[in-house]
C-alpha cells in the first residue's frame, strides 16, 4: 500500500468509529429501549384479518407525513448536538430540542398505535398475546446471561490452559 494513502484512512476509520459510538449513544443503543406503543401497534397488526389491514393502509398513509417531519427533528436534534460536542459548543439547548422532538415523535407514534388498535375486533387474542409475550422477558434475561457466561468461560479457557472444549464449557454452565 502507497504510504500517502494511510494517514487519510486512518483518519477516515477514527472518525467513522466516533460517529457511530456517538450515534450508539444518543440514539439508544440498538433498539433495547423500545416503547411499548410500538409493540401494542404490531401486536395489533399482528392479529387483524386481511381486510382489516386492508383499511389500515389508509390510517397508516395519513399518519406517514407527520411521523417522518417528527422523525426528521429528532435526527437534526441528533445531528446538533454531534455538531456542538465535535466544536465544543454546550449542547443544553440541542439537548432540550432532542428530547421536545423525541417526545412529539413519541405521542405521534403512541397516538397512532392507539389508532390502529381500536380498530382490532378481537383485542382479548391481543391481550392474550401481550401476556404470553411478557412472560418469555425472563426467560430471555437467563439466555442472555447463560450466554455471558459461556463465553466468559470460552475466554478464561482460551487464556489458560487451552484444554477446555465445549462440551467442558456446559458443564460449567449447569454447575453454576
Known sequence: MNKRWIAPIAAALIGTGFLAATAFAYGGGGGHGRHHGDSAMGLCIGVMSPTQKAALRSTLGSSWATLKTDSQAVRSAKAAITHDILYGNSVTTDEAALATAESTLQSAKDSLAAQVCSNVTNIG?????????????????TLHQDTHSDFQAARAAQSGSGGGTVSDLKGTRSAQ
Open 125 to 141: 387474542a391481543v391481550q392474550t398475546l401481550y401476556g404470553q409475550l411478557q412472560a418469555l422477558h425472563p426467560e430471555e434475561q
